[in-house]
């Protein structure tokens, strides 16, 4: 198991490279940014639903992505099997 100083400084390392990538974001978009600050503003609930259908599909789509990456090498066995 790790120790706790390399956990911390993962995150630490991982934060700032999100803070970094999202203020290059802002840089590059702010138009962008902006409107969709005003729609987040104008239709706080619109938004909410809409956030909580990202996280539902989020949610549904981590064990479909599982078990495709855990049965894909158990879908070539029947092929083996089928040949003499």
Do not use: H, Y
Not at 21 to 33: F, N, R, V, W
């Amino acid at each position: 198991m790790p120790s706790t100083l390399a956990l911390v400084s993962t995150f630490l390392v991982t934060l700032g490279f999100l803070v970094l990538l999202g203020g290059a974001l802002l840089a590059l978009a702010p138009k962008q940014c902006e409107a969709l600050r005003l729609a987040g503003t104008r239709r706080p609930a619109l938004m909410a639903l809409l956030g909580l259908l990202g996280l539902a599909t989020l949610l549904g789509l981590v064990p479909v992505a599982a078990m495709t990456v855990i049965g894909l090498p158990f879908a070539t066995i029947p092929a083996f099997r089928a040949c003499p």
